[in-house]
């Protein structure tokens, strides 16, 4: 392999790392709180992209307006989702918690096919993001080069509303001690919705940008993005913040350089994420720069 | 023993028998799309049942049951296929030596589908008995994946997205309702056995139980094995009742189904999953029709197709939200409880009057 080559792959695997880091990010902040694995994570996802596809198809928005507001209006499900079928179970048996988080991924994704329709949607790529440069023997999407900025970007955000302000110090006593949080005077319920709003609003950030990559969308999109992105938030350590972002790099990493070293085997390329989760399962439980054990 | 014991034994035999005659009236007399249901109903008895075992009486919530009936349904479809037939099926790639020379009877091919998923669920349990809660689902959702991806890949062993068609149509009433059977009792038994004892004390305290004595890693161990014994089995029947299969068949969805059913029957309850199995797979049916045009007077609302499954994942969360115990709980039929109840409901009645 020369090196244009291997930049080039580079390129590609950062920016698909980046989307999974990005997604992920919602995971370990929802996990690291309520420890619930949101398994509508990943649909919710879908639907920021949804929301993106109507606000430019429908009501004719320019993209700069369409995401923007498809980004908050995720975040408002996020809240609702979190209002409406969690907060109900959460002094119930975790098990009851993830099997309600499994109920509310199979009603969004069957109500993504009977209000949006089953057929793949093409999604309009603005031209700020699609065009395609070239160095030397290198080219590439200008989209690859904008999705890593635009994650570090989101993920300083994060990082400064989680270690930066009073909402976030407020969730990191949470993940410590909910009750105890509770006593302290801290309206719990209120947090967990801006964790809530914030992870959701980063997935929508990170589904649009992966609509405008495989600038595609249907309502069963977000399943595999979510899986993996759940497998780089355990790589990284989950309810760890930077660790969802490594994770995701890693992942992105390894699925690329499988489908670079071995082209032959790229149809196992959605295996690699679960062959990671069980041996980071087997061999370091804790993820590369958790602290807490599982349970 | 109790007293009643051989009252219970002659009501068993006298339920077995009247099913039986239920099952003869309807092969003698029912339509191909009622029969179609049956077989579906005894089918998802199977699954649902095998299914409760490990996520509800030992309480390790799990996600691989389409794994389990991919395996089953892969392993059965390649032995009862003739040697003629599967040299047909594999136009891109031949089919592996030995696979391309057996050529068993189905009874045979069902009990080997259950040997072999029973295999793999025993070498996937040592991984996967190492984490517990959230991770376990995770992981034995992922193992569901990989089946799949494998599947898809494995050109030369399963045909790849083509998948196996063409296969004989042997599952009738007499197979799947008899192995319906056979699976509740056997289970049943076992959950009454002191290793049932063992799995329930597991699921309610996995460090009290190992204080006493007890191995948990080995009684998880026996109860997804015997899962995966049964849903390999079910896969079998599955192939055979359906006559085509390909790795799209064996996705999250049917995972989820059997979820829905052990949920709402009761985590732990064999009787709730075989009324839940009942209700859902026959109820499934029935709400075919908010699916098709309803015709009021001139005015025609039109169906709204996939209306079902939205209507199923919203049953989930309900019953999550206000019935977290579903029909049953924990608890069986039994005809004690049975008699119990009737002699509680004919005095209050006699009282009253």
Known sequence: MDFSLIAQQLINAVSLGSLYGLIAIGYTMVYGILRLINFAHGDVMMMGCFFAFYGIMIFSMPWWLSFPIAIVLTAFLGILIDRGAYRPVRNAPRISALITAIGVSFFLENLGLVVFGGRPKGFPRPEIFGGIYTFGDIRFLGLSIWVPLIALVLLSGILFLVYRTRVGRAMRCISYDMETTRIMGVDVNRIIAITFAAGSAAAAAGGILWAMKYPQINPLMGIIPGLKAFVAAVLGGIGNVVGAMLGGLILGMAEILLVAIRPDLSGYRDAIAFGILILILLFRPTGLMGEKLPE | ?353
């Open chain 2, 1 to 353: 023993m109790d007293e009643h014991h051989r009252r219970n034994q002659i009501f068993s035999i006298i339920a077995v028998a009247c099913l039986f005659l239920f099952l003869l009236s309807m092969h003698l007399y029912a339509d191909d799309y009622q029969i179609r249901i049956l077989n579906n109903i005894a089918l998802f008895i199977i699954l649902a049942v095998s299914y409760n075992l490990i996520n509800g009486v030992t309480g390790q919530f799990s996600l691989e049951p389409n794994a389990f009936v991919a395996i089953g349904a892969y392993t059965s479809a390649l032995l009862t296929l003739t040697p003629a037939e599967k040299q047909m099926a594999f136009i891109i790639e031949p089919i592996i030596w030995p696979l391309s020379v057996i050529h068993v009877p189905f009874f045979l091919s069902l009990i080997a589908a259950g040997v072999v998923t029973a295999f793999f669920g025993f070498l996937m349990g040592f991984p996967v008995f190492r984490v517990r809660g959230d991770y376990l689902a995770i992981v034995t959702l992922g193992f569901g994946e990989v089946v799949r991806v494998v599947a898809n890949n494995t050109q030369t062993i399963t045909n790849g997205p083509l998948g196996l068609k063409g296969l004989a149509n042997y599952t009738n009433l007499w197979w799947s309702w008899g192995i319906a059977a056979f699976t509740v009792f056997y289970i049943a038994r076992l959950v009454r056995s002191s290793y049932g004892m063992a799995m329930k004390a597991v699921k309610y305290d996995e460090a009290a139980a190992e204080s006493i004595g007890i191995n948990a890693f080995k009684h998880k161990m026996l109860a997804f094995t015997t899962s995966a014994f049964f849903e390999g089995i079910g896969g079998g029947l599955l192939a055979h009742l359906i006559t085509t299969i390909s790795p799209t068949l064996f996705t999250f969805f049917l995972t989820f189904n059997l979820l829905i059913m052990i949920v709402a029957g009761g985590l732990g309850s064999i009787t709730g999953s075989v009324i839940a199995a009942v209700v859902i797979t026959w109820g499934g049916e029935a709400l075919r029709v908010v699916e098709e045009p309803i015709r009021l007077g001139f005015i025609e609302i039109p169906g709204i197709p996939g209306m079902r499954m939205v209507l199923f994942s919203l049953i989930l969360v309900l019953v999550m939200i206000f019935a977290r115990q579903g029909l049953m709980g924990t608890r069986e039929f039994t005809w004690n409880g049975l008699f119990r109840k009737i002699r509680a409901w004919t005095h209050r009645t006699a009282k009253e009057s």
